[in-house]
């Protein structure tokens, strides 16, 4: 970076300094202009929730972004993922003013982490996926006489087939336990259709 001493902010122990240094680095191409802008409106926001005896040192305010953030949410009713954005945010403007302050010749800036980069996985996204369909029994022939618990296959209009097995003894009321149990497997179920086949049963 060239002329890292050309920054003549305000006073360096206070807020004015923090957002005078995020938007000449946005001039000098550290920032993009809409990060410098979002990383000025989130310091505002958290340190705007600060008492008149509170600290706006840079120092100071930097351990209590957490704090900060979680009192602002109060206030403003704010959802999780606002208040995560502002903290980070501010934790990162904060960051990056003192680093400058420490050493201007070396500062480059941090990096926000690209989308879906250093993120942990979900427990969701650690189970395998599984790629093969469960194994079924093989259909009856055309020829053979269907038995108990014996696989039966309804054909759909577009080729592809539906396989079920149902016991010779099975009762009317457990067929429609059954149809209330698969139903929801349909790609376009919706749980307007349970109350729909529940009135057809009457």
């Given at each position: ?156 209009p577009d080729g592809r087939s539906i396989k079920f097995s149902i016991p010779l003894d099975v009762k009317r009321d457990e067929l429609a336990k ?25």
């Amino acid at each position: 970076m060239t002329n890292v001493h050309a920054i003549n902010s305000p006073d360096k122990t206070t807020i004015d300094a923090v957002l005078h240094f995020v938007t000449e680095m946005g001039k000098r191409g550290e920032y993009s202009a809409n990060t410098a802008r979002l990383l000025n409106n989130a310091v505002t926001q958290l340190v705007s929730i600060l008492a008149d005896d509170e600290s706006r040192n840079p120092l100071n305010l930097l351990p209590m972004v957490e704090d900060l953030g979680r009192r602002w949410g109060v206030r403003n009713s704010a959802k999780p993922e606002t208040i995560a954005t502002y903290v980070q945010r501010s934790r990162r403007a904060l960051t990056d003013f003192i680093a400058y302050q420490e050493d201007p010749a070396s500062f480059r800036g941090t990096k926000r982490a690209p989308k879906g980069k250093d993120r942990r996985p979900s427990e969701e996204e650690k189970k395998p996926l599984r790629t093969t369909a469960p194994a079924l029994p093989p259909a009856p022939s055309a020829n053979s006489k269907v038995a108990a618990d014996e696989v039966r296959t309804f054909p759909l209009p577009d080729g592809r087939s539906i396989k079920f097995s149902i016991p010779l003894d099975v009762k009317r009321d457990e067929l429609a336990k059954y149809m209330l149990h698969i139903l929801p497997l349909a790609v376009d179920f919706s749980p307007d259709d349970v109350q729909l086949f529940r009135m057809s049963e009457r």
